[in-house]
């Protein structure tokens, strides 16, 4: 914890009505890793430990729950849960969501390959006549999205996509690129499997609080004790666990601003 904390941060706090500051939050996510996962029964991730220690700074109380990727936004816009961890903002959201101002991270996302079955893609229009294989609710870039020249093949979970590649089922599958270096090793893949130069998106991660009573001052709390955390050591000793010195590959962007989770 540390030992002092801003003037905006003690006005921020003193905003917060009692029931925000009293009752428990009920927030929602899919697996998502390296950025919030389950393993053993236990909730993992950057993201997860990022959020649980603003969280605890702000002496609030979490119950985190999984859930698929369309349910999670289904149940914050029916306000049966108060936010859901790692999306990206869109005014369509809005109407039911409330962002604080300052992100968790910011993701990539790439194609990823066989490495027996190489393709060269070097814009979104070399995907014609392939399966590219994707996640339900995940809206990657308005071209991808909206393109007829080549086929989408939803998956149940992104380590199943990237079992059906493998499998030679699908041409190529789509996802983060920390997140799919993430899966490759934990399902043996890194020597089948590759990722691409081609970035289709580049955009940061928050979380979303449902528009309730008392949210506005907690969406402010958040985000400046999040911007505080950041400047701590604990911070970057988070950040150093989930780095991947392997990350690093040359990006050819497809300049899109619309990349949605």
Same mark, same amino acid.
């Given at each position: 914890?540390?030992?002092?904390?801003?003037?905006?941060?003690?006005?921020?706090?003193?905003?917060?009505?009692?029931?925000?500051?009293?009752?428990?939050?009920?927030?929602?996510?899919?697996?998502?890793?390296?950025?919030?996962?389950?393993?053993?029964?236990?909730?993992?991730?950057?993201?997860?430990?990022?959020?649980?220690?603003?969280?605890?700074?702000?002496?609030?109380?979490?119950?985190?729950?999984?859930?698929?990727?369309?349910?999670?936004?289904?149940?914050?816009?029916?306000?049966?849960?108060?936010?859901?961890?790692?999306?990206?903002?869109?005014?369509?959201?809005?109407?039911?969501?409330?962002?604080?101002?300052?992100?968790?991270?910011?993701?990539?996302?790439?194609?990823?390959?066989?490495?027996?079955?190489?393709?060269?893609?070097?814009?979104?229009?070399?995907?014609?006549?392939?399966?590219?294989?994707?996640?339900?609710?995940?809206?990657?870039?308005?071209?991808?999205?909206?393109?007829?020249?080549?086929?989408?093949?939803?998956?149940?979970?992104?380590?199943?996509?990237?079992?059906?590649?493998?499998?030679?089922?699908?041409?190529?599958?789509?996802?983060?690129?920390? &997140?799919?270096?993430?899966?490759?090793?934990?399902?043996?893949?890194?020597?089948?499997?590759?990722?691409?130069?081609?970035?289709?998106?580049?955009?940061?991660?928050?979380?979303?609080?449902?528009?309730?009573?008392?949210?506005?001052?907690?969406?402010? &709390?958040? &985000?400046?004790?999040?911007?505080?955390?950041?400047?701590?050591?604990?911070?970057?000793?988070?950040?150093?666990?989930? &780095?991947?010195?392997?990350?690093?590959?040359?990006?050819?962007?497809?300049?899109?601003?619309?990349?949605?989770?």
């Amino acid at each position: 914890m540390p030992k002092f904390i801003t003037l905006l941060g003690i006005l921020l706090l003193a905003s917060l009505s009692p029931l925000a500051q009293a009752e428990r939050l009920r927030i929602v996510s899919d697996d998502w890793a390296p950025y919030i996962y389950q393993e053993d029964g236990q909730a993992k991730g950057l993201h997860f430990e990022v959020a649980s220690e603003v969280f605890k700074r702000l002496n609030i109380d979490v119950d985190w729950v999984f859930m698929p990727w369309k349910r999670c936004l289904a149940m914050v816009e029916e306000g049966q849960v108060d936010g859901i961890l790692g999306l990206f903002r869109r005014p369509a959201r809005e109407a039911f969501i409330l962002y604080p101002d300052e992100p968790l991270s910011q993701v990539r996302f790439v194609l990823f390959q066989a490495r027996a079955r190489p393709h060269q893609v070097n814009t979104l229009q070399d995907l014609e006549g392939l399966t590219v294989g994707t996640s339900p609710g995940y809206n990657y870039s308005p071209e991808f999205n909206t393109a007829s020249y080549f086929r989408r093949e939803p998956g149940p979970t992104h380590a199943a996509n990237l079992g059906k590649l493998a499998l030679g089922r699908v041409d190529l599958v789509v996802t983060d690129l920390q &997140a799919g270096r993430y899966l490759l090793r934990r399902l043996n893949l890194e020597q089948q499997i590759e990722p691409l130069p081609l970035v289709i998106g580049n955009e940061p991660q928050y979380l979303g609080l449902a528009r309730k009573q008392g949210r506005e001052g907690l969406a402010q &709390a958040f &985000a400046e004790t999040l911007r505080q955390f950041k400047r701590e050591p604990a911070y970057a000793a988070i950040m150093a666990r989930y &780095a991947e010195s392997n990350l690093a590959i040359p990006d050819t962007v497809e300049q899109h601003d619309d990349s949605t989770r």
